[in-house]
């Protein structure tokens, strides 16, 4: 019997599931930080076409290509690393919310969005349609000093943003001032999120990076589903 669909946000899901995934999958073409010491390489090291009896692939790829967690680690010596992370911390609800500013996320756009102590923050913005271009571009929302700021006196616990990073590749202060603003303050970072068939609302969230030990961050697999 075949199973019932309805369209969610732009894609198809089955009845039986609803699970969307809202992760870049990891390729040789994926597209990475420019300035990145290790670019992603990919390839079968066995396979039947060489003469092998089973198919084998070798990953070379940076902790923080495609969809990826960052632990306190990444910008806070001796903080915590991504293998001690709770798994609480990514399992739950979360909320998208999408932002209209084309520059970056400001505190006056979040004030109307009635945030909440503890909520798990995903940031849809134009980004979303960043990637289909093919090559990694630098003029990225990004969220601003101040909105870090707002976002750690709100006391959120998770905040996700829709490109490889969440502060802007043309300012090193704000890179350095939003991780640390966050990070130092107990809240988890995910960066590399596919929210482009995702629409504003609370969802079901899940987000487990791989389990690396003493690791600054991680490659992710976050899917959502709605409520």
């Known amino acids: 019997m075949a199973e019932n669909k309805k369209t969610v946000s732009g894609r198809d899901i089955t009845e039986k599931s609803g699970w969307l995934d809202i992760s870049y999958p990891i390729s040789q073409d994926m597209i990475h930080w420019p300035t990145s010491p290790v670019y992603p390489h990919i390839e079968p090291v066995k396979h039947p076409s060489k003469g092998d009896e089973v198919t084998m692939f070798q990953i070379n790829i940076n902790v923080h290509n495609g969809t990826h967690v960052d632990a ?17 911390a990514m399992l739950g609800e979360a909320r998208v919310i999408e932002i209209k500013d084309h520059e970056s996320i400001k505190p006056e756009e979040l004030a109307g969005h009635d945030i909440q102590p503890g909520e798990r923050i995903l940031f849809k913005t134009r980004n979303s349609s960043l990637y289909s271009l093919g090559k990694f571009i630098e003029d990225y929302v990004y969220i601003s000093n101040e909105a870090a700021y707002f976002l750690r006196d709100k006391k959120v616990s998770v905040v996700g943003i829709d490109y490889l990073a969440v502060g802007s590749i043309k300012d090193k202060k704000n890179i350095f001032e939003v991780h640390q603003t966050l990070l130092g303050n107990g809240i988890w970072i995910i960066e590399g999120l596919n929210l482009s068939a995702i629409k504003s609302g609370r ?25």
């Not at 910008?75 to 609480?88: K, R, S, V």
């Open 72 to 88: 306190p680690r990444h910008f806070i010596d001796g903080a915590m690393t991504i293998d001690q992370m709770p798994l609480d």
């Open 203 to 227: 969802f079901e969230f899940i987000c487990l990076p791989l389990n690396i030990s003493l690791a600054d961050a991680s490659p992710a697999r976050a899917i959502v589903r709605p409520i």
